[in-house]
């Protein structure tokens, strides 16, 4: 009995003994693990700027390939991001949100995510951007076209300064027409398609008064059968040169496009839709203001501020068709006014 007890006191001993390697082992495991997540960690941190890109996240009323206000805004962000590098920058976009309660439902949600900036492409968004943006405070939001941050400190708001370019383009088409007569089609009454229309009909007068100069406003931002109208109607009276502001333009070029008669764009270069006869643009370098906006907040700087694209800055160019011949002299005036607007030797009155 006793060799029994024995026995199992001696098995018991044993066995504990094989246990205490396993109790001692449990921290030897973690001391590595311990011991590697600082020196794991270390190059993540000094990597970080680069490791996490700029991210943006913009709403449009139109789409991105409108030749106009969306495709402007899209292609500056192609811009940045080649600039950056796609592994520093990243964007995302809803376009076609022409609905202002969808907008401002993507626009919330894209600030749920976490995107560093949140751009409202368009006036009608102002309202909506005003109620979310307090949600929101460590994110940043840009609206445009106005200068109106509505004082919060994560709002930006841009505009551009359209009747620059404008003016060149109708100070090229004043030179350029025979007939004398010019049409010019018109959206809506507002923003920056009226500075547009305004700074040409200026640059046309301010050429050759005696040019007859009709404007038409149709009333909408994208009904291109009506612009197609319109243009028609403007060839009839006689004009040939016709140009006109927001993306229902692609109907009006195709109707210039068949009548062979002169096209000045803006916004976005239309040369591609009718090669023949677009002679220039003013294209929005949005890309300007988007870069300076990045710094801001890379900084700490969220919003508050407002900006202006013009020629001066390069947040306008005259973007010239190099399918369309344009002569020598009317080349040369227009890099005349271009520069005269940008160094303030020209002054714009506007009508």
């Given at each position: 009995m006793k060799k029994i007890v024995w026995f199992v006191l001696t098995l018991a001993l044993v066995l504990s003994a094989c246990g205490a390697p396993a109790a001692t082992e449990a921290p030897v495991a973690e001391v590595p693990a311990a011991t590697e997540a600082p020196v794991a960690e270390v190059p993540a941190a000094t990597e970080a700027p680069m490791a996490e890109p700029f991210r943006v996240a913009v709403v449009m009323p139109s789409a991105i390939t409108d030749l106009a206000f969306g495709q402007s805004m899209y292609d500056a962000l192609v811009r940045v991001q080649e600039e950056m590098g796609a592994e520093n920058f990243e964007?995302?976009?809803?376009?076609?949100?022409?609905?202002?309660?969808?907008?401002?439902?993507?626009?919330?949600?894209?600030?749920?995510?976490?995107?560093?900036?949140?751009?409202?492409?368009?006036?009608?968004?102002?309202?909506?951007?005003?109620e979310i943006a307090p949600d929101f405070p460590e994110t940043s939001f840009a609206w445009g076209t106005t200068v109106d941050t509505f004082g919060q400190a994560n709002i930006f708001a841009y505009e551009a300064l359209s009747q620059e370019g404008g003016y060149v383009n109708g100070v090229l088409a004043a030179t350029l027409s025979t007939s004398k007569v010019i049409g010019v089609i018109g959206p809506i009454e507002t923003g920056d398609a009226k500075l547009y229309v305004d700074g040409f009909k200026a640059g046309v007068l301010?050429?050759?008064?005696?040019?007859?100069?009709?404007?038409?406003?149709?009333?909408?931002?994208?009904?291109?059968?009506?612009?197609?109208?319109?243009?028609?109607?403007?060839?009839?009276?006689?004009?040939?040169?016709?140009?006109?502001?927001?993306?229902?333009?692609?109907?009006?070029?195709?109707?210039?496009?068949?009548?062979?008669?002169?096209?000045?764009?803006?916004?976005?270069?239309?040369?591609?839709?009718?090669?023949?006869?677009?002679?220039?643009?003013?294209?929005?370098?949005?890309?300007?203001?988007?870069?300076?906006?990045?710094?801001?907040?890379?900084?700490?700087?969220?919003?508050?501020?407002?900006?202006?694209?013009?020629?001066?800055?390069?947040?306008?160019v005259i973007e010239f068709n190099d399918g369309y011949a344009l002569?020598?002299?009317?080349?040369?005036?227009?890099?005349?006014?271009?520069?005269?607007?940008?160094?303030?030797?020209?002054?714009?009155?506007?009508?």
């Open positions: 964007f995302v976009y809803s376009e076609g949100m022409f609905v202002v309660d969808d907008a401002a439902a993507a626009i919330r949600d894209y600030a749920t995510q976490g995107f560093d900036l949140i751009i409202a492409h368009g006036s009608q968004y102002g309202s909506s951007l005003q301010a050429t050759d008064p005696a040019i007859q100069v009709n404007v038409n406003y149709i009333g909408s931002f994208s009904d291109i059968a009506l612009a197609s109208e319109s243009a028609t109607t403007q060839i009839a009276a006689g004009a040939d040169v016709l140009t006109g502001s927001a993306q229902m333009v692609v109907g009006a070029i195709g109707k210039a496009e068949e009548a062979n008669v002169l096209w000045f764009g803006t916004q976005s270069n239309q040369a591609s839709l009718a090669p023949s006869i677009v002679v220039a643009s003013q294209v929005y370098h949005w890309e300007v203001m988007l870069k300076e906006m990045i710094g801001l907040i890379q900084d700490g700087t969220l919003g508050g501020q407002s900006f202006s694209a013009n020629l001066a800055n390069g947040g306008q002569p020598a002299e009317a080349q040369a005036l227009a890099d005349e006014t271009i520069k005269g607007i940008a160094d303030g030797t020209v002054t714009i009155t506007l009508p």
